[in-house]
């Protein structure tokens, strides 16, 4: 497992490091992309206190802080995005172990690994419109440049020198492999076997020529995949928000 400082966190919610039942890193180092000077982006999950749940003054949703990059978002918010199938937050189940973080105080574990073995009742077919979606519109940005950068920029850099943002690039092609793993497989490989070639299409090895014929073409065969994939077409909600409940009474029990 990975630490995290919790003495960097600048924010007024004294309470966050206490309830946070679940810490991963994210981003391009779970992936295994990273370079030199790659951000650190961690998130979590928190049972926040009664009163936010209860009371008629409080409200939470998630705490974000940039330096460093955190998110922790509130139980039943993340539960209810990863039931959708959304990339950036069902893959957060699926990161190695040694990317995951005790969580502080250890005695929070027992509610995290009950999170954990939920992670299952996320991988639906719905993969196939949230994969492939962002996907597209990495791909909508990266065709007709609409994304700003600000003249110097690593971005901007990147689109003089290739014609195309290649960070974008990088992030469709593992974006939509992932789709076609999750439909294959029930698999959410976030630790990429493939990373070399991922950085390498980020340095730009793929023209724009052709990351667009792969696009096209992968998203097309997408649909073939979802047909025959095996996996439920959406998740179970009764079972989820069985043990949604059943976390959350826990969590305000004990924390």
Not at 54 to 77: I, Y
Not at 108 to 126: C, D, E, I, S
Not at 180 to 199: M, P, Y
Request: charged share 25%; net charge neutral; hydrophobic share 35%.
């Amino acid at each position: 497992m990975t630490t995290f400082d919790w003495s960097q966190y600048t924010g007024n919610l004294n309470w966050l490091k206490e309830r946070t039942i679940y810490m991963t890193r994210a981003g391009s180092h779970s992936y295994g992309t990273n370079i030199e000077g790659s951000d650190e982006d961690y998130r979590g999950v928190c049972i926040a206190p009664p009163e936010y749940y209860l009371g008629t003054m409080a409200r939470f949703e998630q705490a974000e802080e940039k330096n460093p990059d955190l998110t922790v978002f509130c139980l039943r918010k993340f539960i209810h995005l990863a039931a959708q199938a959304n990339p950036n937050v069902i893959e957060l189940l699926f990161t190695d172990p040694s990317d995951q973080i005790s969580p502080e105080p250890i005695a929070n574990y027992a509610l995290g690994r009950r999170l954990f073995g939920m992670r299952h009742l996320f991988v639906t077919k719905k993969a196939r419109y949230t994969y492939s979606g962002y996907a597209v519109a990495q791909l909508k940005k990266i065709k007709h440049n609409t994304e700003h950068s600000i003249e110097g920029s690593p971005r901007w850099e990147r689109i003089q020198k290739f014609g195309y943002c290649t960070k974008n690039a990088m992030h469709l092609v593992r974006l939509l492999r992932m789709c076609r793993e999750i439909l294959e497989t029930g698999q959410v490989r976030v630790k990429r076997a493939d990373a070399a070639e991922l950085l390498a299409i980020r340095n730009g090895a793929w023209t724009l020529e052709e990351l667009v014929k792969y696009a096209e073409n992968e998203d097309k065969e997408l649909d073939s995949v979802y047909e025959n994939s095996k996996l439920p077409h959406s998740p179970d909600v009764k079972e989820i928000d069985r043990r949604c409940v059943e976390i959350m009474k826990a969590g305000l029990e004990w924390l």
